[in-house]
Structures are given as C-alpha cells and as structure tokens.
C-alpha cells in the first residue's frame, strides 16, 4: 500500500467532516451513530452497493450479562463470570488474550443490547451455551438483517451521511497523523479521527494464505471481507493478532434463489414480539414451518449424515474427498467450489427422527429430512434410481453410479455403511465457507489503533473484526457483541478527540 501524503491546500478545520467512518456494518454502523450523537459530523463509507457487512449475513446472537432478558428469566449473572468462562472456549489461545478487551466487552456489552432494544431490536432468550455458566446468548428475531434496518433507520434518523459503492483505497497523512482517506473518485478529510470498521480478511486469498494456507481458496461468506482496515493499519506500523484463527471451513447449504414472503417482511417490532410470544409459548411442532422458513438459509448439514453413510459429490458427479476427514477443505478446488449429499433411502428415513438430524436449528432445536423437503424444495431431490437422480441434481449420470459403486466397494471393505437401497436422495448444493478471522489490528482500551512499540497512530481508530486487537471471541455471540460494544465506545472517544 501506498500511503497518501496530504498535499489538499486545505486544513483539517475545512475537511469534510469530523469524523469518517470506512465500513457499513454493526460495528461502522454504531460507531456512526453514537459519534453523531456527540455531535460531530459522519460520513460513513461503505464499499458495497448497500449497508449490511457481516452483520446483516450472521447467525445474529449477542452474548450478553445483566441484560433485560436474563433478569426476566430470573438468571442471576455477572460481568466478572462472563470474563472468566470466556477463555474456557478455546484454553490453548487465551493465555495470550487481551484482557483489558476483554474487560470492557464484558462490562459493557449490556448497555449495547439495551440500546439495540431501545432501536426496536426484538431478542430471543437466552439461550445456554457451556461453558457459560449461566445462559447469556441473545438470539435476534426474525434473523440478522433486522441488525441492519434498525442501524440504519437510525443513522439516518440523527443525520449520518451514508455513501455506498464507496471504497477506500488509502489513508490519508499529513505530519504523521491520519486526517482522511483515499476513494477512486477523490479525497475526503476527516477533522478528527479515521474509524476502520472493515471487517475482517476472510474473502481475501492473499491474506488467508499469509495466515492459514489450507483455507486460501475457500470462500468467505461475505465477499466485502477482504482486510482492507488490517492492510491500511498494518502500513502504519500496526500489529496483527490472531491472524491465524479462522472460523471454517464450514459446511452450508445454499441460499434460496430468492427469499420468501416471510423473509421479506420488515422486522416489524409488533411481529417480532409475537414471533417471541409464540416461541416461548406454543409447541414447537406448530411453529416448526414458520421458524424453519427463516433459517434454514445458513443452515449446516451434521457431519452425522456421512457417518451414516451420505457421500459428496461435485457437480461432475464425482466423489473428491473422504467424507470423515475434513472433506470441507476440499471445496477450494471443485467445481464452483459446490458438492451435493447423496444418501439411500436406509439414511433418508432415519434422518427423520432424534437423535438423527440434519442440521441444529434456533427456536426449533432441530431440522429433519422433511423439514427440508417442505421449506427447502429447492434442496431436496430424490428418485428411484440414481440415474434420475442425476439428472435432477444437473451432474452426469454415468459418473454418479460409478462413484456410488466404488464407494460402496470401499465401504464394504471397511464395514462402513454405503449408499445402497433407493429410492436414492440428495440435499444440495452444499458449499464450504469461511465465516469470519480473527486477525484484526491492534488498539488499546480507546480503540485507537497503536504500533508494533505501542505508540498510537493518532487520527487512527479501528473496531469490530478489523479492530479486535488480539482480543479472542471464541464461542456464539461474541463477535457482534463486540462490534457493537467497541463502535459505541469507539465513537465517543473520536468524538471527544
């Protein structure tokens, strides 16, 4: 990278605003509201055609203490328990952890929930998740982009200025200090401070095969992801952290071609409440079709199926991996990097009942065989031979039969089960991802973004995954906890800059 020296003839007192925002997810999005609620001007960049980030692509859950939800349940829990059951989700890495990150996560990670409840933010729960000793997870209803519609209803509502297809090439420096940024189209000032809200590397090849090679061809859930605030800090002389830890390669089916009714709807805070009501008070088999419609959109298959005898094949019709042996990092190299399951009728019926399941599933504990086949149709085939079930999964029939063939031999060897009495299913297609890396910058309890000797690049904040500075956020509901948590904080100490 080629930093930018500042040679604009105006000063930071002219610039374009106070404060300049690279990102539009949680993180980028918080941090925009609350430095505009202290008064200084934002403009929020974001490189994508819309608002969303990672955020608006998760699971949804915030880990929490102290909140509204856990005192109505009754659970009796504290921020000091919260920080010391955090490292009991990953032991080997926490003895290097930031703790004074970690301190202010836990301390202040309620006031974020209360305020995303103040936005009209509806949560489920919490749910237990050990080794949290207490249940802290805070499930959003009806899914993630709901994070998004309030965030940016109310960035917009106190005066936020918002600028999609809009990315940052360079920072812009003048006598040591970050006063604006580098765009295609030109150069935007900042009179106070640069807050990097760009997420994390995991759709960048270059930068996961820096870190962890095995996954440099495995896509990242969000496209967007590709380290630009880690490559902008790390040309000042900032440090990178936990650059290796990855979250992925994980199995997941594909989205629906396009989203349902009860997809599109607007998390409507008198439709998300019912939705709450009905979930804490009806039986699950009658919310069962109403639930499954949302989620199963990210939804994993159990690596169960494979042990019972699914196989993978690609979208030639061929097996490529063993299926009991990470067959996940073998995507990289498919097909457009996409298989499909392809199980007998012995393993379809069984995956209908407990303790056989598809995938996990929130509100509903678990998706079966006929949840797929009724809210995913898209997903599911089957026919009496495996001819036809070729043919309706789009892979070459001779292909799949010899696969299934020499599979079977091999299994038959091994005393594994094999795919042998039609009629014959498929659930697919199925892609690896990565969901997120942990490698953020360096910043110190300000969030201001510090070198390598601990010196802060003044000007400079990062928050979220591009500013997780080494703090490990291990376990569901910790990654939005703290992109929300650090933009609040971050934003009031820009401001005041």
Not at 63 to 73: D, I, M, V
Not at 259 to 286: D, E, G, H, Y
Request: aromatic residues 8%; hydrophobic residues 40%.
């Amino acid at each position: 990278m080629t930093l930018i020296a500042a040679t604009d003839s105006r000063s930071t007192s002219q610039a374009d605003a106070d404060i300049i925002v690279v990102g539009g997810g949680g993180s980028g999005l918080t941090t925009a509201i609350f430095a505009k609620k202290a008064d200084a001007s934002v403009i929020l960049l974001e490189k994508h055609t819309e608002v969303r980030g990672s955020t608006g692509l998760s699971i949804g859950s915030v880990t929490a203490t102290g909140t509204r939800l856990q005192k109505k349940a009754g659970i009796v829990d504290d921020p000091q328990a919260h920080f010391e059951d955090m490292p009991k989700f990953a032991p080997e890495l926490a003895k290097d952890d930031n703790e004074a990150l970690r301190r202010i996560l836990v301390e202040n990670v309620s006031e974020s929930v209360a305020w995303l409840e103040s936005l009209g933010v509806t949560f489920y729960g919490p749910m237990p998740e050990p080794p949290h000793r207490q249940p802290r997870m805070h499930n959003i209803l009806p899914n993630s982009r709901a994070y998004i519609y309030f965030l940016e209803r109310e960035a917009r509502r106190v005066g936020v200025t918002i600028r999609v297809n809009s990315e940052v090439k360079d920072l812009l420096v003048e006598d040591g200090r970050v006063v604006g940024v580098q765009l295609r189209s030109g150069i935007l000032r900042a009179r106070k401070a640069v807050v990097l809200a760009s997420g994390d590397y995991s759709s960048s090849p270059e930068w996961k095969e820096r870190f962890n090679p095995p996954v440099r061809d495995i896509d990242g859930v969000n496209t967007t992801n590709t380290g630009d605030g880690q490559r902008m800090g790390e040309a000042l002389g900032a440090k990178i952290k936990y650059g290796h830890v990855v979250y992925g390669p994980n199995l997941r089916f594909m989205p629906p071609p396009k989203p349902n009714l009860l997809q599109k709807l607007p998390p409507w805070p008198w439709f998300t409440r019912l939705m709450r009501w009905s979930l804490n008070t009806m039986p699950s088999w009658i919310l069962r079709p109403f639930i499954l419609s949302f989620v199963t959109t990210y939804l994993s298959p159990e690596p169960t199926m494979f042990r019972e005898g699914a196989i993978l094949v690609n979208r030639d019709g061929e097996r490529f991996a063993d299926e009991l042996a990470k067959p996940n990092f073998a995507f990289g190299q498919q097909p457009q990097k996409q298989a499909f399951i392809v199980f007998d009728d012995e393993v379809a019926k069984k995956f209908n009942a407990w303790p056989y399941f598809i995938s996990t599933a929130p509100g509903v504990a678990y998706a079966y065989l006929s949840d797929y086949k009724r809210t995913r149709p898209d997903l599911y085939s089957s026919a009496p031979t495996l001819g036809e079930l070729a043919r309706k999964i789009g892979v070459p029939s001779g292909t799949l039969e010899a696969e299934v063939a020499k599979h079977a031999a091999e299994a038959g060897i091994e005393g594994r089960p094999r795919v042998s009495k039609g009629p014959f299913h498929a659930l697919g297609p199925v892609k690896s991802w990565i969901i997120l890396t942990d490698g953020g910058l360096t910043v110190n309890t300000n969030h201001q973004v510090i070198r390598g000797d601990g010196t802060v690049v003044p000007g400079l904040y990062a928050v979220g995954s591009a500013g997780q500075g080494g703090l490990l956020l291990e376990g569901h509901g910790h990654h939005l906890a703290w992109a929300f948590t650090s933009g609040r904080l971050a934003a009031r100490h820009a401001a005041s800059a």
